[in-house]
């Protein structure tokens, strides 16, 4: 099976300025996760949806991120206007279903650089 | 809140050694831990999982027990390869009432074999 897509893979952009990640998960899989991952630490999740609807996005910096997945398939993760310290790997997951245990399948990310 | 400790990087070790990378958690009820691997180049994987208490998982050689009394879920393998040097990460996955099951990963530990 195909796995988690993400693009760009690499993005440089100026403090300020705006971008866009966009993730399309395995076919059929109904929960999709947002990970941000800086140099040196561990992936902290960002926001989780279950289809198209928001599950959990209590880490969100909602004053300058968004996320939506439109149609429950696709999924789009803005910053706006990006900061020095959101420079890290913004990773996307998909699962087949919700559930303790269901294993996670990780895109390769996008290596985002603010300068 | 939940969070994941696991030691730090990097750990150097020849071929056919024995390998321990420890891993402590915080939650407050009764979470599903796992173990996550990341190797050069590729996205993050899942290596092994444990649902409950004294649940052993294991693959590829790997094991790690669910120690519920130590809050522990030390990764183990009898004799690495060169094939094992790789970025490992611990995590926990508790869900909450709304249904979030997102993982909380530790920083990871940088596992570096020489032949």
């Known amino acids: 099976e195909a796995g988690v897509a993400q693009s760009p893979r690499y993005k440089i952009i100026e403090k300020r300025q705006s971008v866009a990640f966009w993730c399309n998960p395995i076919?059929?899989?109904?929960?999709l996760y947002w990970y941000q991952q800086i140099l040196g630490q561990g992936p902290k999740l960002l926001i989780q949806f279950q289809n198209n609807g928001v599950v959990d996005d209590s880490q969100l910096p909602k004053d300058r991120f968004s996320a939506e997945r439109l149609k429950g398939v696709d999924s789009t993760l803005k910053i706006q206007p990006a900061k020095l310290e959101d420079s890290a790997v913004y990773l996307c997951?998909?699962?087949?279903?919700?559930?303790?245990?269901?294993?996670?399948?990780f895109g390769n990310g996008t290596r985002l650089t603010v300068t | 809140g939940n969070s994941v400790t696991q030691m730090e990087g990097p750990v150097t070790l020849s071929e056919e050694a024995f390998l321990t990378i420890n891993c402590t958690y915080t939650a407050t009820g009764y979470p599903s831990l796992f173990w996550y691997v990341q190797y050069p180049g590729e996205g993050l994987q899942l290596l092994l999982k444990a649902t409950k208490a004294d649940d052993k998982g294991s693959n590829k050689g790997f094991e790690a027990t669910y120690r519920k009394e130590t809050t522990s879920f030390h990764l183990e393998k009898g004799s690495v390869q060169v094939s094992d040097s790789a970025v490992y990460f611990c995590?926990?996955?508790?869900?909450?009432?709304?249904?979030?099951?997102?993982?909380?990963f530790g920083k990871g530990t940088h596992l570096i074999i020489q032949p």
């Open positions: 995590a926990l996955s508790e869900r909450s009432g709304g249904g979030a099951d997102g993982l909380t």
């Open positions: 076919s059929g899989h109904a929960t």
């Open positions: 997951a998909s699962s087949p279903q919700q559930g303790l245990g269901s294993p996670l399948h």
